[in-house]
């Protein structure tokens, strides 16, 4: 369903919002997380590593979308990128990513922007594009956000998206086994209240009398995503379905019963060359 401007512009200012007081939960961790970084280690997991080392070597600029506090970012400047970029609506976050940045004396750029709505200066900038890890449902124009990565992209350049799968949105958080939540619909198009965030995430709220912070997310399948970017001009090189998670969406599930669906997924995918 198409969502008219003023609707998405109502759901993006709440969710910056949110995202802004979200980010004093991340402020304690700039020092663990610069020391991380100092002696070689990574926040990017496992399988974004594998992927990521051997376009990261030839990667004069890498920009990554939704960059929240800079740790993922920095973790590509410290696997061989010669410059980063980070993009994010959050003003709050990206004071942490920044710090992080000059703590460690990295070649890193910070831009505050719409990741619809993404600067013409950015424009063929980018070998790699990464973005992932809980970016996606933040997106209410899959089309608009596509467009942007293939415009952000050098000819030649690969978009890596290492992502939550769709079909999380489907399980009961809850249950002790997997089992469909009420509203549960993996073919859902309308944007919602997200339950769970940004509440449970605030340390700190907002001013007495303000109303509670709250966010819109909306699912894309899986089809939606890579049709999205195939049609804005990029070709497939890889997309895996794996069963591990990136954070502990299903605590009461037992291991055996989440291994046997995928959790997550990742995509690689390139600009052709000029
Ligand atoms: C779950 S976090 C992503 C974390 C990231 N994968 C990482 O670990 O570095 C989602 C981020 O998306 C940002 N965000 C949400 N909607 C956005 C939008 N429309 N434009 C730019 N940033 C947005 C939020 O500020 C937040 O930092």
């Known amino acids: 369903m198409l969502m008219s401007d003023r609707h998405r512009e109502t759901l993006r200012s709440a969710n910056e919002a949110a995202w802004d007081l979200v980010a004093a939960k991340y402020a304690p961790e700039v020092e663990r997380d610069v020391a991380l970084l100092r002696s070689g280690g990574s926040s990017l997991l496992a399988p974004e590593r594998a992927a990521l080392a051997p376009l990261l070597r030839a990667c004069k600029c890498a920009v990554h979308l939704q960059c929240s506090h800079g740790a993922d970012t920095l973790s590509l400047w410290g696997l061989g990128a010669r410059q980063v970029i980070g993009l994010d609506f959050s003003a709050e976050m990206l004071m942490l990513a920044r710090r992080k940045a000059e703590l460690l004396g990295a070649s890193a750029t910070w831009v505050q922007a719409d990741v619809l709505a993404l600067p013409a200066a950015l424009a063929g900038t980018a070998d790699l594009v990464y973005t992932g890890k809980g970016a996606l449902t933040w997106v209410f124009d899959l089309r ?131």
């Open 144 to 274: 608009a956000w596509a467009q942007g990565v293939v415009q952000l992209l050098a000819p030649g350049g690969h978009l890596y998206i290492y992502e939550g799968h769709p079909l999380n949105w489907i399980w009961a958080p809850d249950a002790a086994e997997l089992r469909l939540r009420d509203e549960g619909d993996y073919f859902a198009t309308t944007a919602r209240v997200n339950v769970d965030f940004p509440g449970a995430f605030l340390e700190r709220s907002a001013s007495p009398g303000d109303a509670p912070a709250r966010a819109f997310e909306r699912q894309w399948g899986l089809g939606e995503v890579v049709s999205a970017l195939a049609q804005a001009g990029l070709v497939l090189v890889r997309l895996t379905e794996h069963p591990e998670h990136f954070w502990p969406q299903f605590p009461r599930v037992p291991a055996d019963q989440l291994q046997r669906l995928p959790h997550t997924f990742s995509l690689l995918m390139r600009r052709p060359a000029a």
